[in-house]
């Protein structure tokens, strides 16, 4: 196991740069988690680490050493790709064998390492199968046992549950959790999935356009949003936004209500609200309007508002929701209402 550090990494490709100077610390045995939208830059900072992906600038340490200049095979890491990249023609045993290529281990030694992965990862029973033969869930434990096999400084997963169906993504996560308590290794994982990295992750690292937004814990990034992007990235249904005058008397939406908040300022800005947090007939109205639309979830259910300020989402009970086309007067404790500026976009409270 080992610390991983990145200092002002760089990236361009034909001079125009797709990664600004990304900096991190990821601490022995953490598991921290990539997370953004297409494009953002998430795969290519793994790449890099890597060395997959040439740094234009800035350094790639592990376990306290600089690796920039260091082939893939000797920065002692392990990647796990989407497509699982397990060989059809070999069997499960075979697969995670060739993760052992270049050892220097005797046969006993490297048998004895290939029997405790497969015992770890439930796989002993199915190690004389070849892939065809199993389902897409075991396909990608082979694929981590081949990375596990060499018991690597830091293993690096890039969207590995992307081609499986819903049920097997939650059993994945499930499996690579359990794995990384019982192993200890240090992980870096990258999804677009933000149910992913909030049951996955020791912290997570939010990007947008080659820029990191916010790191922090699940519950971190989740509750105290660094600004208007994290604060809709992160939950599902996406956080409300409401547009607010700031006033001495608070926060005034529209429709002529007031808010009173502590906040030191004047202007225009956005009052967010997430949809689990605004509900029915509260003791304080932010917003009334009629509902549109129903998203039953069994024990609650979503309703779509249509209000002043657009649609919002809010949470009912999933046994007497409002009816569709009826009116609701909708509010949320002070407590849980975010801030942002409305030019920039960064948290004001």
């Known amino acids: 196991m080992a610390t991983l550090a990145l200092r002002d990494l760089v990236k361009t490709f034909d001079k125009t740069e797709v990664l600004h100077s990304i900096s991190l610390d990821v601490e022995d045995g953490e598991f921290v988690v990539f997370v953004g939208p297409s494009g953002c830059g998430k795969s290519t900072t793994l790449r890099m680490i890597a060395g997959l992906e040439e740094v234009t600038s800035g350094t790639v340490s592990i376990g306290g050493k600089v690796v920039n200049n260091l082939e893939p095979k000797d920065r002692d890491i392990a990647m796990v790709f ?3 990249a397990i060989y059809p023609h070999l069997s499960v045993r075979r697969n995670i064998a060739f993760g052992l ?3 220097k281990m005797s046969k006993a030694d490297k048998e004895k390492r290939i029997e405790e992965v497969a015992g770890i ?10 892939p065809n033969q199993l389902s897409g869930g075991q396909r990608q434990r082979v694929a981590i046992g081949r990375a596990m096999v060499r018991d690597p400084a830091v293993f690096l997963f890039d969207e590995p549950l992307s081609n499986l169906d ?5 059993q994945m996560r499930l499996e690579i959790k359990k794995l990384h308590k019982q192993v200890g290794n240090t992980i870096v994982f990258v999804t677009h999935d933000q149910v992913e990295a909030m049951t996955m992750a020791d912290r997570i690292v939010i990007m947008k356009d080659g820029h990191i937004q916010q790191i922090g814990t699940p519950a971190e990034v989740y509750h105290h949003p660094a600004n208007s992007f994290v604060a809709q990235f992160i939950g599902a249904p996406a956080m409300n936004m409401l547009p607010v005058e700031l006033g001495p008397q608070g926060a005034t939406l529209p429709g002529g209500g007031v808010i009173r908040l502590p906040v030191d300022r004047t202007g225009p800005a956005m009052l967010g609200v997430r949809p689990d947090d605004l509900t029915p007939d509260p003791e304080i109205v932010l917003i009334e309007g009629e509902v549109t639309v129903q998203e039953p979830l069994g024990s609650e259910t ?3 508002v249509t209000t002043p300020a657009g649609e919002v989402v809010a949470r009912a009970d999933g046994r007497t929701p409002p ?3 009826s009116q609701v007067r909708l509010g949320a404790s002070p407590d849980t209402l975010h801030l942002f500026d409305a030019e920039t976009g960064q948290a004001l409270r």
């Open 121 to 130: 990862l439930g796989m002993t029973e199915y190690l004389d199968r070849r």
């Open 302 to 304: 979503l309703i779509y």
């Open 82 to 84: 989407q497509n699982y």
């Open 166 to 170: 819903a049920q097997l993504r939650t």
């Open 323 to 325: 009816a569709l086309g």
């Open 101 to 103: 290529r270049t050892s």
